[in-house]
């Protein structure tokens, strides 16, 4: 009998230990009514960083939750110890419709895993996800307009680097520009294009740097410039067209420098003018 009453007492004290613990959660809902705020102390000790409620000393742990003049959520984040953790979300509203703008979770107060923006209900602007550091990895998708029929931007970062070929829409679907990355650099081919599918500019990197012929082009086609690249500098032939095709002007560079001869022409073909470093 003795046996049975303790085991009842302790039963009772663990579920009174766990209520206690479940309300210590608190949920602190702002509205434009109750002035009620959370701030993020820059003093100069230790609790720099940390999130705090109203004028209160203890780093705040809960819910926070704050609600517009409708009364209607327009954000909701976790906290541990004045850290952001867990979901947060954030909506807006487009007339009287209410939808998700914004969702993500955080963990040890940085942004971990997917995370997603909305142009409105059911249409996504951006896509991508945090490593463990905050940083973005992997995939990002921009959607540039309402139309799900538009084409997203599509990059690619590793850990926190861009990586990979970016690519970029007009809208209507035709490409942009494509632009290749390694370890956050440029590197590989550069292109862009005029929205009738020619050629704007063409250009090769490695390690951030030009290199081989760089070339662009009128919106018909017709070649505008030429110049050579050596490691990031002009090393070699420089010219520039009119649209007729005839050579509007041209020189030589040595490791950046002007060398040698530079001729001005005419749309005619005729020199204008010529000068030699």
């Not at 005729?270 to 470093?277: G, L, N, P």
Request: aromatic letters at 16%; a positive charge.
């Amino acid at each position: 009998m003795k046996q049975k009453i303790s085991l009842v007492f302790l039963i009772a004290i663990f579920s009174f230990q766990l209520t206690i613990a479940q309300d210590s959660v608190r949920t602190v809902i702002k509205t434009p009514r109750n002035g009620h705020s959370i701030y993020k102390f820059k003093g100069a000790n230790d609790k720099v960083g940390l999130y705090y409620i109203d004028d209160e000393k203890t780093p705040f742990t809960g819910k926070f939750i704050e609600k517009g003049w409708d009364r209607e959520k327009k954000s909701e984040r976790n906290y541990t110890n004045g850290v952001l953790e867990g979901d947060y979300i954030e909506w807006t509203k487009r007339g009287d419709s209410e939808y998700i703008k914004t969702k993500g979770t955080y963990k040890n107060g940085k942004l971990f895993g997917n995370y997603t923006e909305w142009w409105r209900a059911n249409h996504k602007k951006k896509e991508c996800f945090y490593d463990s550091n905050g940083e973005f990895h992997g995939k990002m998708i921009h959607y540039e307009g309402f139309s799900v029929e538009e084409p997203p931007s599509i990059q690619f970062y590793n850990h926190g680097k861009r990586d990979s070929t970016w690519t970029w829409f007009y809208s209507g679907g035709k490409i942009k520009s494509v632009q290749n990355y390694k370890n956050g650099k440029d590197h590989g081919d550069s292109i862009e294009y005029y929205k009738n599918g020619n050629k704007k500019e063409e250009i090769k990197y490695v390690d951030d740097k030009k290199v081989d012929t760089q070339k662009r082009w009128y919106e018909d086609g017709q070649l505008k410039y030429t110049c050579e690249y050596q490691a990031g500098k002009r090393n070699g032939k420089e010219i520039y067209y009119y649209k007729n095709g005839q050579i509007e002007k041209e020189g030589e560079y040595m490791n950046g420098d002007k060398k040698g001869h530079f001729v001005w022409y005419k749309s005619d073909g005729t020199i204008e003018e010529e000068t030699t470093y």
